[in-house]
DNA sequence: CAGACTATTTATAACAT
DNA sequence: TATGTTATAAATAGTCT
């Protein structure tokens, strides 16, 4: 938004960083403000200046948002299942080229994403037909259905982060400029963490919900 | 920013208020994540939605940022904040700030995967309260948020296996044929913002900076 | 060095699908 | 109801004070 176009790259220049982030922290809490506002929600930003120093603001306040995030940030499996994982290429023999390996799962994974993605269809199908939430036993059945599958991609997702961790350094020796050249972003764009959390007594009990 | 100007106050209709928060809280991670990659550092944000559905950005997570805030307490305050004493600098210990982009992207991955998860759960458990006759209230909603949970996921799935089949071949170019003609061009993006949340392990007590 | 000044880039409110 | 599109309001990079 200004004079020209600058890449998501961190700024070099000690002294244009600080500016960078000093005015960009002001916009940013005048986003957040603006947002507690208009929508009125709660809201807590932390960040630390490249200094080190915490900057914070807080609808109603930073601890009461924290303290609530925390409360029911605590896990709790009930009786999950463990899904059946579909046939990978550890059949009979462990292959020596790693990288031959990742690359199936990739592959995988993509096959792993178009079910996925159907699950989901269908699931997110289940739930507009669901409206009222009044079929919630056939909602239920698809949801489970979709969850199977994405908690499998998941974990799929989970190990192949850990085999390309082994290989990263590799990577990056050999082609960490040509990563590093991307293409920016286009309009469109994915984003939102969010969990649910589930209810727990769990310590921290210097907050209450 | 829009068509026209609006005014700084609370939306009335709850639809269009629903419409402002997701976009706006979109905004307002875009905007967080350029901070956190322009200037290399630390923050995290924690938003409840009107329905009071959680939603975070945390680089490089949201516990690592509150545990340290938490931890060193707070000198600045641009928004509502409990006063405190100003503490010496922390000194600004980053480090951590060269995970390619593979890895970082894989390993935020793993943490929306977690997500995911719990949302999955969540959705599954409300579906059976549902049907086990539960409050209906809550059951819908929650629904309805896990079904918008699991569609973000699902993008963000689809979006990051694309970036990995692109990065697969410069991983085995790299380790492999590093010697041949390494002339693929740039595949990928640059965002590697750190959109995540969501707790981990049972234990809440403890962060680790 | 913080604040003021624009040319531009972005974010988005109102619509549209 | 969630997304996509478009006309405008805002944010801000580079400069200047």
């Given at each position: 938004?200004?004079?020209?176009?600058?890449?998501?790259?961190?700024?070099?220049?000690?002294?244009?960083?600080?500016?960078?982030?000093?005015?960009?922290?002001?916009?940013?809490?005048?986003?957040?403000?603006?947002?507690?506002?208009?929508?009125?929600?709660?809201?807590?930003?932390?960040?630390?200046?490249?200094?080190?120093?915490?900057?914070?603001?807080?609808?109603?306040?930073?601890?009461?948002?924290?303290?609530?995030?925390?409360?029911?940030?605590?896990?709790?499996?009930?009786?999950?299942?463990?899904?059946?994982?579909?046939?990978?290429?550890?059949?009979?023999?462990?292959?020596?080229?790693?990288?031959?390996?990742?690359?199936?799962?990739?592959?995988?994974?993509?096959?792993?994403?178009?079910?996925?993605?159907?699950?989901?269809?269908?699931?997110?199908?289940?739930?507009?037909?669901?409206?009222?939430?009044?079929?919630?036993?056939?909602?239920?059945?698809?949801?489970?259905?979709?969850?199977?599958?994405?908690?499998?991609?998941?974990?799929?997702?989970?190990?192949?982060?850990?085999?390309?961790?082994?290989?990263?350094?590799?990577?990056e020796a050999s082609s960490t400029l040509l990563l590093l050249s991307?293409?920016?972003?286009?309009?469109?764009?994915?984003?939102?963490?969010?969990?649910?959390?589930?209810?727990?007594?769990?310590?921290?009990?210097?907050?209450?919900?």
């Amino acid at each position: 938004m200004g004079r020209r176009k600058i890449e998501m790259k961190m700024v070099t220049d000690r002294s244009c960083r600080q500016v960078t982030f000093s005015k960009r922290r002001t916009g940013l809490f005048k986003k957040a403000n603006e947002l507690a506002t208009l929508c009125a929600v709660q809201i807590a930003i932390i960040v630390f200046s490249p200094g080190g120093k915490p900057f914070s603001f807080g609808n109603p306040g930073v601890e009461p948002v924290v303290g609530r995030f925390l409360n029911r940030g605590d896990e709790h499996h009930d009786g999950q299942q463990r899904p059946q994982r579909l046939p990978r290429d550890s059949g009979g023999r462990r292959r020596r080229n790693q990288l031959n390996g990742i690359q199936r799962r990739i592959q995988l994974e993509k096959k792993r994403g178009e079910a996925l993605e159907k699950a989901l269809a269908r699931a997110k199908a289940s739930a507009a037909a669901a409206g009222g939430g009044s079929d919630s036993l056939i909602s239920r059945s698809v949801e489970e259905m979709g969850m199977e599958e994405l908690v499998e991609m998941r974990r799929r997702l989970v190990d192949l982060r850990e085999q390309l961790d082994g290989r990263a350094v590799e990577m990056e020796a050999s082609s960490t400029l040509l990563l590093l050249s991307n293409k920016s972003e286009s309009a469109g764009d994915s984003r939102g963490g969010s969990w649910g959390g589930g209810r727990r007594r769990r310590s921290v009990a210097k907050w209450r919900d």
